[in-house]
Every structure is written in structure tokens, then in C-alpha cells.
């Protein structure tokens, strides 16, 4: 199991910047996906963006041109970088590693995101 620890989230205003960390307790080479997902209230958690071990990325179309996640290996660390927030982004934000290895997802204890309008 890979444990992962998330930091950043906290409340910022519409059109502000908050750039999330997650640190994995294993190396990040051995992680095949690493990601963000979240989930607001009275929602299903939904996928924000994840990245590769090949540095294949893939985002939600409701932050493209908005996030950027970014992984460094050497810091098992992957980040996500959110600009012109909106207050729809408000939600819980999970860090997420899947290993084709185990083929099981393994998940961070979540970060708050709060935009205010």
C-alpha cells in the first residue's frame, strides 16, 4: 500500500491560485498513475487530472487551461497547480496512485479547496 499525504488546500478568492502537494511513502517511479480527484458535497468524486510514469497527462474539461499537475520523482511528490479558480471548484481534493502491480487505487486522506465568490 502506498500511503499519501496531501497539503495545500485552505480558501481563496474566485480568480485566485493554490497549488496542492502530495507526497507518496514510496518511490514515484513505481507508481504507474498519479492524480487528483474530487468530490464536492452532494457530489461523486470526480477525476481532476492525473499523470504517468511516461508523463502522459489527462484533465477534467472543466479545469483545462486552468490546472496543471506535474510529478517529481526524486521528491515522490506529485502537485497540482490551480489558477483562476472558480467557486465550482470548491470540493475535497484526493490524491490518488494506482500500480498496475497490485491493480488497486490507493488514496490520500483529502484537502479542502474553498473558492469564495
Known amino acids: 500500500q502506498v500511503q499519501l499525504v496531501e497539503s495545500g488546500g485552505g480558501l481563496v478568492q474566485a480568480g485566485g491560485s493554490l497549488r496542492l502537494s502530495c507526497v507518496a511513502s514510496?518511490?514515484?517511479?513505481?507508481?504507474?498513475?498519479m492524480g487528483w480527484y474530487r468530490q464536492a458535497p452532494g457530489k461523486q468524486r470526480e477525476l481532476v487530472a492525473t499523470?504517468?510514469?511516461?508523463?502522459?497527462?489527462n484533465y477534467a474539461d472543466s479545469v483545462k487551461g486552468r490546472f496543471t499537475i506535474s510529478r517529481d520523482n526524486a521528491k515522490n511528490t506529485v502537485y497540482l497547480q490551480m489558477n483562476s479558480l472558480k467557486p465550482e471548484d470548491t470540493a475535497v481534493y484526493y490524491c490518488?496512485?494506482?500500480?498496475?502491480?497490485?491493480?488497486?487505487?490507493?488514496w490520500g486522506q483529502g484537502t479542502q479547496v474553498t473558492v469564495s465568490s
Open positions: 499523470i504517468t510514469s511516461g508523463g502522459s497527462l
Open positions: 514510496r518511490s514515484t517511479f513505481s507508481i504507474n498513475i
Open positions: 490518488y496512485a494506482y500500480r498496475v502491480s497490485t491493480q488497486k487505487p490507493d
